[in-house]
């Protein structure tokens, strides 16, 4: 029984550092979490899981349009936008903050930003992906 309510408690910590370090938003992800029920209660994982399987054919065809040479930075911006909207499904604050400071070095024309920023965007996705993982997995043990 003990050993059941320290899970409970380290889920708790672990959902609130991640709105409190501004990996997630917290407003969106409750709402995420209103819509489990008995028939859905790992809606929220598995709307994660879609965001990772969907963001992985975002970053490759970002990654194909950023070594094509010149640039498209409209198709960049048009990829970068999906992406930005995948993030937004589930509240994924840093990672939406850098998809936005790309799409702004698209509409300068700036390739250096672009690069530079997609590094950072994989970057927070890699971290994001680690940290849910560790909060679904630790979710999963607590129930």
């Known amino acids: 029984m003990m ?9 708790a910590s672990m959902r609130i550092s991640l709105f409190e370090q501004g990996y997630i938003d917290e407003q ?3 709402e995420l979490e209103e819509l489990e029920d008995d028939a859905n209660p790992n809606f929220v994982e598995e709307i994660v899981k879609l965001f990772y399987t969907d963001s ?3 970053t490759n065809s970002i990654q194909h349009a950023l070594d094509d ?5 409209g198709k960049l ?5 999906q992406f930005k909207g995948s993030s ?13 400071q790309f799409q702004e070095y698209c509409k300068a024309g ?12 994989k970057q927070e996705h890699a971290t994001l992906k ?8 630790l979710k999963n043990q607590s129930t």
């Open 3 to 11: 050993q059941g309510i320290h899970l409970q408690r380290q889920v």
């Open 77 to 81: 911006d048009h990829y970068m936008h």
């Open 69 to 73: 040479k010149p640039l498209d930075f």
């Open 28 to 30: 969106y992800f409750n």
């Open 130 to 137: 680690k940290k849910l993982e560790a909060y679904f997995q």
């Open 88 to 100: 937004s499904s589930i509240g994924a604050k840093k990672v939406k903050k850098e998809c936005t």
């Open 56 to 58: 992985v054919r975002y």
């Open 110 to 121: 700036n390739s250096e930003g672009c690069m530079r920023t997609f590094q950072q965007v």
